[in-house]
């Protein structure tokens, strides 16, 4: 099993920044996708951002390409999300997912998920 565990959501203004953090633990796979996933009430839980174990690849989706940032730290454990010019449309219920099938933007293809943090960004 894996768990995965977000921090770092809060409220900011539009413009502002916020840095998401995924502690992941317990089992450790070779190869991997973790990413963030976001869902609002009103949208289904899209894919945002995902980077491949080992730090090879990363992919964006358009919305928040160029603003956001996702990246890991060097033992693998942890995955950050640096989110800067954040707009209000970014507002939601962000996740930590991993899977183990090397696919990026599909949420059912997603074996593992966080709990879920919210990221509040007002106008």
């Not at 976001?38 to 160029?66: C, H, M, N, W």
Request: aromatic share 12%; hydrophobic share 30%; charged share 20%.
């Amino acid at each position: 099993q894996v768990q995965l565990v977000e921090s770092g959501g809060g409220s900011v203004q539009a413009g502002g920044s916020l840095r998401l953090s995924c502690a992941a633990s317990g089992r450790t796979f070779s190869t991997y996708i973790i990413s963030w996933f976001r869902q609002t009430p009103e949208k289904e839980r899209e894919f945002v951002a995902g980077i491949s174990g080992g730090r090879v690849e990363t992919l964006y989706s358009d919305s928040v390409k160029g603003r956001f940032a996702i990246s890991m730290d060097n033992t693998g454990n942890t995955m950050y999300l640096q989110m800067n010019s954040l707009k209000p449309e970014d507002s939601g219920t962000y996740y930590c997912a991993l899977n183990r099938r090397i696919v990026w933007t599909i949420r059912d293809d997603y074996e593992y998920w966080g709990q879920g943090i919210e990221v509040t960004v007002s106008s």
